[in-house]
């Protein structure tokens, strides 16, 4: 399974972290690349950089508009999950939505143009309370993957971290693979 994300929209400079913020948990939780518009172009550098720390090929992608990709998407065979409060709730989609085929996650900013309901194959509330895209994104690719997106190895950190009762534990290495 190859799971994407978009994220639509971004309210200028108020959102750089949060944007940031949905591409590290992409990367940290399994999907392979993220496309947004591009308003901070130092993303890429700083997501490169944690590749090249931490380990993966997770790619950000600039795009000029959301809607060329969901249908370039849906043309490959992906389906669009559309996180929206207003949307089914995850307990009763997520058998539908898992381990099936090829993902491609929506997530907006503010208000999410209407059309984007439509091309969905699935809305999916995670919950009907609003909160937060980087929060529903976690929750969705966690239910989605069950967990197994930890078990994931990140080929070619210069740092793997060996989870420890106490303490930091931290094999080092000079180069990547
Ligand atoms: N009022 C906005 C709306 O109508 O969509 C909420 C925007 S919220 C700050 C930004 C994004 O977080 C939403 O577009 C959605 O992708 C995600 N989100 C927030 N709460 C959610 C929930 N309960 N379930 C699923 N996604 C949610």
Redesign the pocket.
Same mark, same amino acid.
Do not use: N, R, T
């Given at each position: 399974m190859v799971i994407e994300v978009v994220r639509?929209g971004q309210r200028l400079v108020r959102d750089d972290r949060v944007t940031t913020h949905v591409a590290l948990v992409s990367r940290a939780f399994g999907a392979e690349t993220i496309f947004m518009t591009e308003v901070n172009p130092e993303i890429k550098d700083t997501l490169g950089k944690i590749n090249e720390t931490w380990g993966g090929n997770f790619t950000v992608e600039f795009i000029e508009n959301w809607k060329p990709i969901i249908k370039k998407k849906k043309e490959d065979g992906f389906k669009i999950v &559309?996180? $929206?409060?207003? #949307?089914e709730k995850?307990n009763d989609i997520q058998d539908k939505i898992r381990g099936r085929e090829n993902l491609l996650i *929506? *997530?907006?900013?503010?208000? *999410?143009p209407r059309e984007i309901y439509e091309l969905a194959d699935y809305n *999916? #509330?995670? #919950?009907?309370?609003? &909160? $937060?895209?980087i $929060?529903? +994104?976690a929750i +969705?690719l966690d239910r989605i993957q069950e967990g197994q997106q930890f078990e994931k190895e990140f080929l070619g950190a210069k740092r793997k971290i060996i989870p420890t009762k106490t303490g930091k534990n931290v094999q080092v290495k000079e180069t990547r693979d």
């Open positions: 639509i &559309h996180l $929206s409060m207003y #949307g995850i *929506v *997530v907006g900013a503010e208000k *999410v *999916v #509330g995670i #919950g009907s309370q609003p &909160h $937060s895209e $929060s529903a +994104l +969705l």
